[in-house]
């Protein structure tokens, strides 16, 4: 894999502390996924590439939505994720799934042409956009279809809590000239995500806004080893928790269980 491109979020991806959190985390977005798939329409023989696969839970449903004779590949930066997915692939007895350690900016996945190119959240982390769409439609054959979530803005998702800690941490560095900026909203507008994807080559651009509230414990979203790893000093640590728990009071129906609002977009469209 090239060292060069997104290495901020490859060693974020990779890195241990934030793996550890990580199947906790997922179950935030569990709910997102029949959505996403009942939205691709997958049909039975198809080749999908998972785009960002992480932990594979998508990556599994979609293969048996395309069974008997479809198959997905699943593709991630993340080598302890892409682990987990392969762990979870065997333990469900999936045998329709491979899972490759690839940076889907510039790199290849086995197995292309594919008839769909799907991700859930897995396409906002590229410092060159429009160069990783090309590469995903590089995979796809001609007509293929892609269909992917993404969040909506940031204002419309207030679990998203690095505002209220924002005095505790360092400032993000600007992103190097000709890159763009990574994260969780970095496709949240529709206009710039449409216009990547058409400078990518795809056509046919349509976009659905979605909006629920799911019920879950608040440590899904955040815990002490999660500020930690987001860089929360040790003597900021008690304020830091103190903010937290101000933020996420909006949210609490009990002390187990808190209703979080979830603003997401799925964005499908055609290879040209
Ligand atoms: C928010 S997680 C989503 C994981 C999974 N799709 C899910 O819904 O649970 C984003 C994933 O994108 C992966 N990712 C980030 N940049 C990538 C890149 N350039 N190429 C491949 N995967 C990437 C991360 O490693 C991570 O697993």
Redesign the pocket.
């Known amino acids: 894999m090239s060292d060069e491109?997104?290495a901020a979020?490859?060693r974020?991806?990779?890195d241990e502390r934030w793996i550890a959190v990580?199947p906790k985390r997922?179950r935030f977005?569990n709910a997102?996924?029949p959505r996403l798939l009942d939205a691709l329409a997958l049909t039975p023989g198809e080749r999908v590439l998972?785009?960002?696969?992480?932990?594979?839970?998508?990556?599994i449903e979609a293969g048996r939505r395309v069974l008997p004779e479809g198959s997905v590949a699943g593709?991630?930066?993340?080598i302890p994720?892409v682990e987990l997915a392969r762990q979870r692939a065997r333990e469900a007895s999936a045998g329709n799934l491979s899972f490759h350690v690839?940076?889907?900016?510039n790199?290849k996945v086995p197995g292309a042409p594919f008839d769909v190119a799907m991700?859930?959240?897995?396409?906002?982390?590229?410092d060159e956009p429009v160069t990783?769409f090309v590469n995903i439609a590089r995979h796809l054959r001609e007509d293929g279809r892609i269909g992917f979530?993404c969040w909506q803005a940031a204002e419309r998702n207030p679990w998203f809590f690095a505002l209220a800690l924002a005095p505790f941490l360092q400032p993000m560095p600007p992103p190097a000239e000709g890159k763009s900026p990574?994260g969780?909203f970095a496709l949240a507008d529709p206009e710039r995500t449409a216009g990547i994807l058409g400078e990518a080559g795809f056509a046919d651009i349509r976009r659905t806004a979605i909006e629920f509230t799911v019920d879950l414990p608040e440590d899904v979203i955040v815990d002490d080893e999660q500020l930690a790893f987001m860089g929360v000093a040790d003597s900021d640590m008690p304020a830091a928790r103190r903010a937290m728990d101000e933020h996420m009071a909006q949210f609490r129906l009990s002390p187990e269980v808190s209703r979080f609002p979830l603003a997401l977009q799925i964005f499908e469209a055609r290879r040209a």
């Not at 998972?50 to 932990?55: I, K, L, Q």
């Open positions: 491109t997104n979020e490859r974020r991806w990779n990580w997922e977005t997102v996924t998972d785009v960002g696969c992480g932990g594979g839970i998508a990556s593709a991630d930066l993340s994720l690839v940076d889907m900016q790199e991700s859930q959240f897995g396409v906002m982390f590229f990783a979530a990574t969780p």
